[in-house]
């Protein structure tokens, strides 16, 4: 899964008063983790055409990251210091936000997630069957977007955003694979903190304020 993580960042927006550029990075932080520990050489993946039907992506060696007792880890980490920043409510999102990542990957990817360590590794697999595999994308995005819809100042810019992140999702299966691994981690790098950036400018200009829990019927009680 790779747009379909943003859904919980744009779901849980309203609920600690999180800017949606934090939350889209809290929903890929163990990405972003894995993509450092891969030029590091850390952690290692394979690129194999044909790995499965919509991904050539091989957890091969991921345990600081994609772990079902790492991600918890790293919820619990990065929520506390979510909580010093926006509260214990803010923390909490935050810490959601981070292990939900292991949850939406765990129907699409084969047998792959460690529950701790390399041991134990399990996955759905629906990243065989690309269609149910797009349409859940999908649908956790777009069920994400409409709640955040809901309170943007402006709701059709928010669903462009968003059918363009489900583009991108797309034009992705088109690509050619990258001719290393370190170079797919630089790439993904990009995408991720680009994303955040297009995320910040969209909140900023239409999305729902940073401050007061992004209440803007708060802020301005006359505004619709």
Same mark, same amino acid.
């Given at each position: 899964?790779?747009?379909?993580?943003?859904?919980?960042?744009?779901?849980?927006?309203?609920?600690?008063? @999180?800017?949606?550029?934090?939350?889209?990075?809290?929903?890929?932080?163990?990405?972003?983790?894995?993509?450092?520990?891969?030029?590091?050489? @850390?952690?290692?993946?394979?690129?194999?055409?044909?790995?499965?039907?919509?991904?050539?992506?091989?957890?091969?060696?991921?345990?600081?990251? +994609? %772990?079902?007792?790492?991600?918890?880890?790293?919820?619990?980490?990065?929520?506390?210091?979510?909580?010093?920043?926006? *509260?214990?409510?803010?923390?909490? @999102?935050?810490?959601?936000?981070?292990?939900?990542?292991?949850?939406?990957?765990?129907?699409?990817?084969?047998?792959?997630?460690?529950?701790?360590?390399?041991?134990?590794? @399990?996955?759905?697999?629906?990243?065989? +069957?690309?269609?149910?595999?797009?349409?859940?994308?999908?649908?956790?995005?777009?069920? *994400?977007?409409?709640?955040?819809?809901? +309170?943007?100042?402006?709701?059709?810019?928010?669903?462009?955003?968003?059918?363009?992140?489900?583009?991108?999702?797309?034009?992705?299966?088109?690509?050619?694979?990258?001719?290393?691994?370190?170079?797919?981690?630089?790439?993904?790098?990009?995408?991720?903190?680009?994303?955040?950036?297009?995320?910040?400018?969209?909140?900023?200009?239409?999305?729902?304020?940073?401050? %007061?829990?992004?209440?803007?019927?708060?802020? +301005?009680?006359?505004?619709?």
């Amino acid at each position: 899964m790779f747009v379909g993580h943003y859904g919980p960042g744009f779901g849980l927006r309203r609920t600690g008063g @999180v800017p949606l550029w934090v939350l889209f990075l809290a929903v890929q932080f163990v990405d972003v983790l894995l993509s450092l520990f891969i030029i590091a050489g @850390v952690e290692e993946v394979r690129l194999t055409e044909g790995f499965t039907a919509s991904s050539p992506l091989d957890l091969y060696y991921a345990p600081y990251t +994609h %772990s079902l007792a790492a991600s918890m880890g790293w919820a619990l980490i990065l929520g506390w210091l979510g909580s010093l920043a926006w *509260g214990r409510r803010g923390g909490v @999102v935050i810490g959601l936000c981070v292990i939900s990542h292991w949850i939406l990957d765990l129907p699409v990817h084969v047998a792959k997630l460690p529950l701790w360590g390399n041991e134990y590794k @399990v996955g759905f697999g629906l990243w065989n +069957h690309p269609m149910i595999a797009f349409v859940l994308e999908a649908g956790v995005l777009l069920v *994400g977007v409409a709640i955040y819809a809901r +309170h943007a100042r402006s709701k059709l810019p928010i669903w462009i955003f968003s059918i363009v992140l489900l583009g991108i999702q797309y034009s992705n299966t088109l690509l050619p694979l990258p001719d290393s691994t370190r170079q797919f981690a630089v790439m993904a790098l990009a995408s991720y903190f680009g994303f955040a950036a297009a995320a910040w400018f969209v909140e900023r200009k239409w999305g729902q304020q940073p401050d %007061s829990g992004g209440r803007w019927d708060t802020l +301005h009680p006359g505004a619709p």
